[in-house]
Structures are given as C-alpha cells and as structure tokens.
C-alpha cells in the first residue's frame, strides 16, 4: 500500500512553481498576480483565503484581496469584478464562496472574465473540459489528477468509480477520468444519492473516488483488495484525543480500507493540499497566456 | 416491447410548435427564424441543411440559407457569423458541420452568440448542461430525453450505459442521464474503446444507450432481458432487398435484440426525427427567450 502523499507532492509542485516565477522575473516579465474577492466576513471564507493569499507568497506571486460589504449590492460585486477584470496587472480572480443569499453566483461566476477564471468555474471553462478543449479545470479534479500522475497509477481500462455528482467534484472528475488519453480512459460510473446498491458498486472500482461529505463512509468491506482509493472528504469532527478538541475525518475509514488498498489519500494531507497548488498552477498558467 | 416511435413522436411535437408559432403570430409576435450556415458543398450538408429548412417551413418558422464558398478564408466565415449575430430578425444560428480544413470548427463555434447557439455546441451551452443551468441541449441528447420523456420511462436509480464518449452524443446523454430529477437521477456509466468486458457491461445495463457507429454491434446476447435500449447509429449499408441498393442499419441487431427489451427505438424512424425536432424546439426557445 502506498499513501499518495499530498502533502510531498503539493510542496513539490510549489517549488517548480518558484522557479517557473524566478525564470520569469530574470527575463523581465510581469510577477504572476492573483486577485481574491471576499463578499462579507464568514469566518471559514476568510480562513480558505489566508490560506491562498500564503500559497502565493510561497512561490512568488502577488495577491490582493478585494472586499465587498456583505450587504452590498450584487451590481457593486459586478463592477469590482469589472474593475479586476480590466486590469492588466491581475492574472487569476477568485470569489471566495458562497455568496449571501441575495447574490446569485452563476451570475457573478459568469462576469469573471474567462481569461482570469482560475477557479474553472466559468460555464466556459466547465464546458471546455467536457468536450476536451483547453481551459482551466477547477482546483480540486485538478489535483486528483496530478497525484494519479505523479505516482504513475494506470487509469486505461480501469473501471473508476465516482461516489458524489457535485460540480466542483463528482462531475467533472467522471469527464476527467473517461476522456482520452492519460490521466483518464477509465471506464467511469457516476454514483450518487439515488444509485442503488452503492456498496456493491464500491467492490466493483478499480479507482474509486469518494466525495461525499459523509465521515467514513466507506468501509473496509466495500473495497476491492488492491484498488485505489481518492478521498475527497473533509468532515470536522469532535475528538477527545487532539488537544484542539476536534479532527478531521474523510469520507473513508481509513485504518481499515488503507491495508486493503495499492494507493490511497490519507485525510488531512491527500487531496487538501493539492487543491491549493492547483489554483497557483492555473495562476501560473493564466500569467503565461497558456490556455487563452 | 413497445417500440419507441420517434417518427410519430417527433410529428407530435411538430404540431405543438406550429400551435406555438401560431399564437406567437397571432398575438402580434415575430416569427422564429433559424439561419443556417454551410461551408462549400458537400453532398451530406446540403441534404441535411435542406431537412432543417423543410422541418421550418412544416412548423411556420421562417429559415436563412447563407452559402459560404469553400476557399473562403476563415475571416470571412466568421464575418458572416456577426452579421447574423447581429441581425435581429434571426433567433437561432446553426453552421453546418464538418466544415473544410482550414478553417477552425471550434473558433467558428465560439464566434455565435450564445443565445443563437441552438445547436448547443458553444462552450457555455455545454458548460451550463454539466452544471445543471438553463442553456441549450444539443439536438440527439435532446431528442431522446424527450423520447424518454413521452413513454415515461422510469430512469431514477436505474443502470444507465452508454456505449461510446463522443461530444455529441456520448458526454452529454451520460450527463443528462445522471443529473438530478426526471430524467435523469440514473447510475451511469460511461464506456468506449478502452473499455474492457464491454459485452458485461451492456448485460448489466438497465437502460443502455449506444453510440458507437457499429452496425449491429449489439446482438441479443449482450442485452438484458426487459432492458431499454436506444440506438443512436446509422450506417449506410448495401442491400439487395431494397430498391436504392442500400439501406440503413443502427448500432443493434434489431431483429434479435428487441423481442427481449422493454422498449427499443427502431432505425431508422427512432433517434433521428427527435434530432431534427429537437433544434426546432431550441429555435423556438431562442425565439421566445425562454433561456437568454
């Protein structure tokens, strides 16, 4: 069994990241420059964008972050993002979400010009990747896909099973997985609340990718002897035996799958890190004009 | 076996849209119009195009032929696409498909107005079916949603395969199949040329969807008994029986397979008249704004 390790990876890929900045520094060009728009101050919003604004500083990159007041008007957000959008310095912009009830997100998501949509939440982005053209994937299939390349895990013929059909996850990770080529060719089934026979469908994966949002979710009994297992969930969970009162829970048991496994994400320290470096990847790419 | 009539079906809602179209005139409405845009000429194309054109006269829409020569750089191709962009007489552009070499087909398609696309090939179209927003549906996936919906046939919880990924039909029927609510809510998955075992995997399919152009590749021995099956191929094939010296063969082995099935479609006279139907409904959309 070998723990796809995250954590290793991600801080790899930030170094190549840094140097990828440095070579730009030295022959003149523009710091890679990424803007994050927070709407209000949600505790966990403000948290997740610490983090990103600390990952850019990591590997060179300049970040601002723009706040708009909770109670704005969903028009003031859309003329900030006009503002960013027009302004040449800023390579990549997030909006951190959710948004407040009176703002509708397919509508700001939308403004965000496709160029600077390093989130790859844009309907643009999102249908690019379904019929297999440039653009950028959203943060987390992304990474899931460079830990399967990183540790070289054969995909071709496999049959992959995807345990969750949310946007952000399930959905595009089932594009990524059965496109051609590799990372991808699996033989995918897209599992979700209304499947039936879910643990039998769990015995029959190859890969199986969970992301559900159900702390450990899957059991032992559930995976095949040798399979692969991708963990996508996070769940906070109160525990006596960490001084911090809590710990962080996946969607599987991992002490007794893991033994089963050839390949599996430990949680926390799997799939977390390697969201975070997806959104500086797609920075990256977005400063180098690489996809648009 | 009931045997899924798209040719009846399909003249069905022929009617309803001329009923529509009626009322639209009658309450002092534009009426709908579809301009169709076809490169050189190409036998297939004209034959195709002049289908689209009769369906609209059939249905009291008005259409637009507008011929581009073969040569023509690809400038002026995408000049006449603004032109009609911008003509507000017309409410659905298609650009008729393979177009010659040099031109690109996915520029030409990024280049119409999205709220004109109603052939639901532009990004955001795209994007919007695989997140679950209003947009255009291409015309097949389209077509047989509403065969699906017409026999209202049972999809929540049930096995859903489908034979070949192509962005046409195979991405977006695995998309639409999964999706919350009817239809949809079906465990789907997705095979092709890297899968393995694929005879299993038509056995085990509650509702199996194929789209591979095989002629016949599906015999009686790969399908479930009481099964779905709909047959998205067409094959021109030689035959001695029929007076033009050829005839048209699907992906299944019709005569055997569909004794055991539920429910089939035949071709021809299945899948194919939903397609054409299913750009005049999209057309009629566009015309009423109902999603743009």
Known sequence: MIILDGKKIS?????????????????????????AVIVGSDGASETYVAHKVKA??????????????????????????????????????????????????????????????????????????????????????????ELIKHYEIETSGKHCVILGRSNIVGKPMAVLMSRKGYPGDSTVTLCHSRTKNLEDWCRQADILIVAMGKAEFVTAGMVKEGAVVIDVGITRAPSEKTRSGWKLLGDVKYDEVAPKTSYITPVPGGVGPMTIVSLLNNTLKAAKKEIY
């Open 11 to 35: 801080s790899q890929i930030k170094e190549e990241i840094y140097s990828s900045v440095e070579k730009i520094k030295i022959s003149g060009g523009k710091q890679p420059h990424l803007a």
């Open 56 to 145: 850019c500083e990591q590997v060179g990159f300049k970040s601002t972050v723009v706040r708009v007041n909770e109670n704005a008007d969903q028009k003031v957000l859309l003329e900030k993002i006009d503002e960013i959008n027009d302004n040449n310095d800023i390579d990549g912009l997030i909006v951190q979400l959710p948004l407040p009830g009176h703002i509708s997100e397919d509508t700001v998501i939308e403004r965000i010009k496709v160029e600077k949509d390093v989130d790859g939440f844009h309907p643009i982005n999102v249908g690019r990747l379904l019929i297999g053209q440039p653009g950028y994937v959203s943060a987390t299939p992304y990474g899931i896909i």
